[in-house]
């Protein structure tokens, strides 16, 4: 007598659930299993604070600082002469060859302003990477600046 091999997978229902009702059911499993859902960062002031050193909250804050620094050219486009000056500066003072990062922000400042804003403000791995030696010092205040590292517990 040979027998039928068993199905794979789940099994069938007569009705199927629809999206809304899946991501119910799965937040639903999510609380009764004690996560919590986090709809904003946070930081818990009663713990420990957060080590200086962790690199993605190093990313966020430069990120939001460039997104701070997006809407100040935004609104007084002449600031994005800064950019350029502290690259010439920067390029001036190097040796002879000149440094990759330097030729990547020049190429970036050579586009138009949407797409420079566009670029600084994304969460490309280009982006993050370049975020970490930007060309914009200097167009945020100081209490600018402190507002962002107050946010992020620096």
Known sequence: MKSTPAKRGRPRKNEALTAAERM?????R??????????QWQLNRA???LASSDHRILDARSLAMH???????????ALLEVPKRNLERWSKNKAAPMAVYL???????????PEVAAFITSFSEDAVRLRQSSPFAGILTPKDRKQIYDAFGA
């Open 30 to 39: 999510r609380r009764a299993a004690g996560y919590k859902d986090v709809r």
């Open 24 to 28: 119910r059911s799965f937040r639903q």
């Open 67 to 77: 997104c701070k620094i997006a809407r100040r050219i935004d609104a007084n486009p």
């Open 103 to 113: 030729r990547e922000w020049q190429q970036i400042l050579d586009k138009p302003w």
């Open 47 to 49: 713990q420990e604070p």
